[in-house]
């Protein structure tokens, strides 16, 4: 197992690779940190090693880890599905959510961001594939939803995010994520858009060579995950 550093590093040259294997510039690929099941100690070391966004899927464990980092000016990101009842926690305590995928959740994230801190950053979750057992909106209802989201105060609409189906075949990768980057210049006509959030440790490369600008990575950063 290599260190947390040692990780760090080479997710970044995996990042410089690709970029400029597909003619991206680096500085638009941001790399978030999914530190589901990881505890705020080793939060904390990545942080000090210059990682600064970090994304959590469950809110009472993210909540947790984030009163026992208040001190460093972490920027939090939720990327997991999202109950009604959660909502006002993710409004008050995160800066972006990925997982947005229908309008009675992004109109009570809209209601209950507090008015003094600036709009959350809103990604729509949209299922590439219709998979039942995965959420998301559909390719065909998208438009729909983010016309309704551009509207609403407290909220600003950055752009899109899916998981594909698995597949090692880096053309069926690809193919994915040019759908959802296809999706995205769609949307152009209506909002202004600049957000990709796609890709994770086994299908980075294919994501970053479509367009992502947000990458999600957990495993190849922080080693095989704890069952939850």
Known sequence: MPSLNDALIHVQQQIHIAAKKHGRPEEDIHLLAVSKTQPAETIAAAFALGQTAFGENYLQEAREKQEALAHLPIEWHFIGPIQSNKTREIAEHFSWVHSVDRLKIVTRLSQQRPVHLPPLNICLQVNLDDET????????????????????????????????????????????????????????????????????????????????????????????????
């Open 133 to 228: 057992s995965k959420s998301g909106v559909a390719l065909q209802e998208l438009e729909q939803l983010a016309i309704a989201t551009i509207q609403l105060p407290n909220v600003k609409l950055r752009g899109l995010m899916a998981i594909p189906k698995k597949t090692t075949d880096i053309t069926q990768q690809r193919a994915a994520f040019a759908t959802l980057a296809r999706s995205l210049k769609q949307l152009s006509s209506i909002a202004l858009l600049d957000t990709l959030s796609m890709g994770m440790s086994n299908d980075m490369e294919a994501a970053i060579a479509e367009g992502a600008t947000i990458v999600r990575v957990g495993s190849a950063i922080f080693g095989a995950r704890k069952s939850q």
